[in-house]
């Protein structure tokens, strides 16, 4: 089986084996693919997949007689928008099955922050849909990818873990009641978000559905338009129960604001090479009405947004949710074993799919000794069982059994994986990142 995946190669940069500020010297995903780089004629597919905690770079090589080597591989990224990132954060590199494995596991949210999250699979959709609009997807990696989301389909509805996901900003909720001592998250109709992207277009989602109408929005500039993807969140819930009521302003203008929203909480997560706010600017915005006495601050930029020197508490930042997420991923690292052996069969099946397709001849061997043992029953049963069966009754069986011939490809097929992953789940256990 390895051989079926052994041109196919993964760079990633993540949480879990790099420091998170390293991801800011990579692209977004829209960058990358705006880029349209032309493929080497050695790669037959390409996929970038940018998340709020990792980068990832599937390739999938021509195979010839000898491998490429990791070294080969960097070089083929000169004039990429990712290139300047190679150079300065050597990536974790896989291959083969390894690779493939990590792509299951990545989509069906086991190598999450928050285990189980669901955002990561709407991600990995995005970028894959943008990757094949440019053609830099090969026909096999779109079967692979195809059956990547059926994997992940199952482990959700099969798993504890497609029951109770958790995400970052659930993680979140939960050290912000950890420090309250009511013990309950304590919102009014009011809330900031630092930034128009990805992570606080989820916030975004989150407080609408915490009830939360009146929005400040603090950009970098506040001329440039507004993400379509944001726009779009602001535009679907003006449509029920009045809507919500967004104000943009830049960071200038916090701190001398007419009106005091008393903000409970402020997440961040906007670009800057330099963190935007410290302890000082903090008390300040507190003093402004801006934010609350008691509010906090999330802090999901990268680099950070706030520089946290100085402060005690109510600020909440990615590193201390990481070690929350350690903790949880202990709780739930049975749910996780529950998914690892509908990933590994899933596996299993693509590649007798891929097997059967590039040996026709093997194929039509098993359907031919179907078809004569199928013709040889039938015979048997004319001569015996069905001696006296009625015209009507024996096109019935026959239509039956003829049903059954179309169905022994995939029976066969089926068992063999069964037989292949028996067995397997203990050492699938000992694969827990």
């Known amino acids: 089986m390895e051989r079926a995946f052994q041109e196919i190669h993964l760079l990633t940069w993540n949480y879990a084996d790099h420091d998170l500020a390293c991801l800011s010297d990579f692209p977004d995903a829209k960058t990358f693919y705006d880029h349209k780089w032309p493929l080497p004629e050695e790669f037959t597919s390409l996929l970038y997949v940018a998340t709020c905690n990792r980068v990832e770079v599937y390739i999938q090589t021509d195979h010839r007689e000898k491998a490429i080597t990791f070294?080969?591989?960097?070089?083929y990224f000169h004039g990429m928008p990712i290139y300047e990132g190679l150079k300065k954060h050597t990536p974790v590199y896989k291959r083969g099955l390894d690779s493939v494995r990590h792509l299951f596991q990545m989509a069906s949210g086991l190598k999450s922050m928050a285990l189980g999250e669901t955002q990561i699979t709407g991600q990995l959709k995005r970028d894959y849909a943008a990757a094949t609009e440019i053609g830099y997807i090969s026909s096999f990696f779109h079967s692979l990818i195809q059956k990547v989301f059926e994997a992940q389909k199952k482990i959700r509805t099969q798993t504890k873990i497609g029951q109770n996901p958790i995400s970052l900003l659930s993680l979140l909720e939960r050290e912000i009641i950890a420090e309250t001592p009511s013990g309950k998250l304590e919102l009014t109709d009011n809330a900031a978000i630092g930034g128009t992207g990805d992570m606080c277009q989820k916030a975004l989602r989150y407080l609408i559905n915490k009830d939360v109408h009146n929005f400040w929005i603090v950009r970098n500039d506040t001329t440039a338009s507004v993400p379509a993807a944001f726009q779009a969140i602001i535009d679907k819930k003006a449509q029920t129960n009045g809507?919500?009521?967004?104000?943009?302003?830049?960071?200038?203008?916090?701190?001398?604001?007419?009106?005091?929203?008393?903000?409970?909480?402020?997440?961040?997560?906007?670009?800057?090479?330099?963190?935007?706010?410290d302890a000082a600017k903090i008390v300040k915005l507190r003093e402004a009405g801006f934010l609350s006495k008691e509010g906090f601050i999330a802090d999901f930029g990268i680099p950070p947004n706030v520089n946290s020197k100085g402060i005690e508490n109510k600020v909440i930042n990615l590193n201390r949710l990481l070690k929350q997420s350690k903790i949880n991923k202990k709780l739930r690292g049975m749910h996780y074993r529950e998914a690892l052996p509908i990933i590994e069969k899933s596996i299993h099946i693509f590649w007798m799919d891929h097997l059967y397709s590039k040996n026709p001849d093997m194929v039509n061997s098993v359907l031919k000794n179907v078809e004569k043992e199928s013709r040889e029953e039938w015979e048997g049963l004319l001569a015996g069982p069905l001696k006296n069966a009625t015209e009507k009754q024996k096109r019935i069986l026959l239509d039956f059994m003829k049903k059954q011939e179309r169905r022994a490809l995939r029976t066969h097929k089926e068992l063999f994986v069964d037989m292949l992953t028996v067995g397997e789940e203990e050492t699938l256990a000992g694969m827990v990142h």
């Open 243 to 277: 809507g919500i009521r967004v104000t943009y302003l830049n960071w200038d203008e916090l701190y001398n604001l007419t009106e005091k929203p008393e903000c409970p909480i402020f997440i961040t997560s906007t670009s800057s090479e330099e963190p935007i706010l």
């Open 71 to 75: 070294d080969e591989l960097l070089n």
